[in-house]
């Protein structure tokens, strides 16, 4: 009977060690990171795949080393039912624990758009298009259509012809799968959550409508990048609006020219010169409509602009860092807009230098 008692508990004793061996390696293969080479790759998860499927698929992706550790795992403590469909981007190294709650967590596919501040409706239709080359329309010119319905801003921007200044610039998440329809929707909602009931309210004290507010606020952000002088652009525009100065804001030309399908990247004297509502050099008070997207900031500045005597600026040279030098007199802009003339001429003597030397 001894004999017996030994032996069963040296059978115990060996079963608990194999147990122990199997819980370690267990432990071991599962917290074990790995290293593969599919970090930019989707793998995809169909719906409807079973847990023993999906394991096996990502063992012979090389994203797991082998199938059965977490095949038992999930069979014994893990929650089988939870591992969702999706596109999956897995990071190298992973363990096979951290593979199981990404797909618990779930991932779809996801492509950024980037709209930054000051981009044109041209400029967005042509990223659109570049960026979801695979989905109706697939033209740029088609995207841009799109752009002409303007039944999203009726009720805030009657007036408005197209989409302009009502596209939000902001980076956004999208599913491959989205339309420029749908892209463009969402800019234009993602405009109106910015846009306060109370900038109505303050745009009319002000005689002016949402539309006109934002159509100065595109001035202002193709003028200026640095937030904090804004507001004094912002006074440079109102004075000039006020005294019937034409604005002589550049950046009209330039969307003249794209309007006109024939911008080359350089102001002609020839588009300062066009017959446009649009050209500020010629024509005093608004263009009719905005001219880029345009940022909370930039209609910030436009509701509530410094007080000043300001009538020009000139970009200052001294701190080439974006900003400008003000001024209230013409004798003193021109000084600033000869020093300014003086720093871009010899911009472009060292960038002639640089490209012969590189030659």
């Known amino acids: 009977m001894t004999k017996i008692l030994i032996l069963i508990a040296g059978l115990i004793l060996a079963l608990i060690m194999v147990l122990a061996g199997c819980f370690y390696w267990l432990q071991s293969s599962l917290t074990t990171p790995k290293e593969h080479d599919k970090t930019e790759t989707y793998i995809t998860i169909e719906k409807g795949s079973t847990p023993s499927q999906i394991v096996a698929k990502l063992a012979a992706e090389g994203i797991l080393d082998s199938s059965t550790p977490t095949s038992i795992y999930l069979r014994t403590f893990g929650n089988p039912a939870g591992l969702k469909a999706g596109d999956y981007k897995f990071p190298s190294p992973i363990t096979p624990l951290q593979v199981l709650a990404l797909l618990e967590k779930g ?32 033209t740029e010119q088609e995207v841009f259509a799109l752009m002409n319905d303007t039944s999203l801003i009726r009720d805030l921007a009657p007036e408005a012809t197209n989409l302009e200044g009502y596209m939000y610039p902001s980076t956004y998440t999208l599913s491959p799968d989205a339309t420029a329809r749908d892209i463009i929707k969402t800019q234009v909602e993602q405009f109106r959550k910015i846009w306060k009931p109370e900038w109505t309210t303050q745009a009319n004290a002000k005689g002016m409508t949402p539309h006109q507010v934002i159509t100065l606020a595109s001035l202002i952000e193709t003028e200026t990048g640095v937030p904090a002088e804004r507001p004094i652009v912002a006074s440079v525009i109102y004075n000039r609006l006020k005294k019937g100065i034409p604005l002589g804001v550049d950046q009209t030309n330039v969307y003249i020219a794209k309007m006109e399908g024939r911008w080359d990247g350089t102001i002609n004297k020839s588009d300062l010169e066009v017959n446009s509502p649009y050209n500020t050099r010629k024509r005093a008070g608004l263009p009719p409509g905005p001219i880029s997207s345009v940022s909370e900031s930039s209609i910030q500045a436009a509701l509530n602009p410094s007080t000043s005597d300001y009538l020009y600026y000139v970009r200052n040279v001294e701190a080439n860092d974006g900003s400008h030098w003000f001024y209230s007199s013409a004798a003193d802009f021109e000084r600033g807009k000869a020093e300014y003339q003086r720093w871009l001429e010899k911009e472009r003597q060292e960038m002639r230098a640089n490209e012969a030397n590189s030659q």
């Open 107 to 138: 991932e779809e596919r996801s492509t950024r758009l980037v709209i930054p501040e000051g981009f044109t409706r041209f400029d967005i239709a042509k990223r659109i298009a570049e960026k979801f080359p695979l989905k109706q329309p697939q």
